[in-house]
């Protein structure tokens, strides 16, 4: 069956760095975009960056310049290298694929001193 399992969320201090994993399994990653979203408490569920299966990417105007989504292809796994990272970073962050919208369970980011 389909999996998706992130990992690598926690507290960081403001202007800190946190790199998120996705490893994927059940299905032909490599064929398939990903993609990031987050949710913050009372906010609606937001897409945070995508990489397509060729690689292109696009990102969030909130987080563009900080924050680069990357794939191992070989490994099954999406990556979201966060830095520089602001209180309004925090979130429940979710990986998605576009295998029949497939998500994971998400990872918490809190950003705070």
């Known amino acids: 069956q389909v999996q998706l399992v992130e990992s690598g969320g926690g507290l960081v201090q403001p202007g800190g760095s946190l790199r998120l994993s996705c490893a994927a399994s059940?299905?032909?990653?490599?064929?398939?975009?990903m993609s990031w979203y987050r949710q913050a408490p009372g906010k609606e569920r937001e897409l945070v960056a995508i990489i397509t299966s060729p690689g292109t990417t696009n990102y969030a105007d909130s987080v563009k310049g900080r924050f680069t989504i990357s794939r191992d292809n070989a490994k099954n796994t999406v990556y979201l290298q966060m830095n520089s990272l602001k209180p309004e970073d925090t979130a429940l962050y979710y990986c998605?694929?576009?295998?029949?919208?497939?998500w994971g369970q998400g990872t918490q980011v809190t950003v705070s001193s």
């Open positions: 059940g299905f032909p990653f490599s064929m398939y975009a």
């Open positions: 998605r694929a576009d295998y029949r919208g497939y």
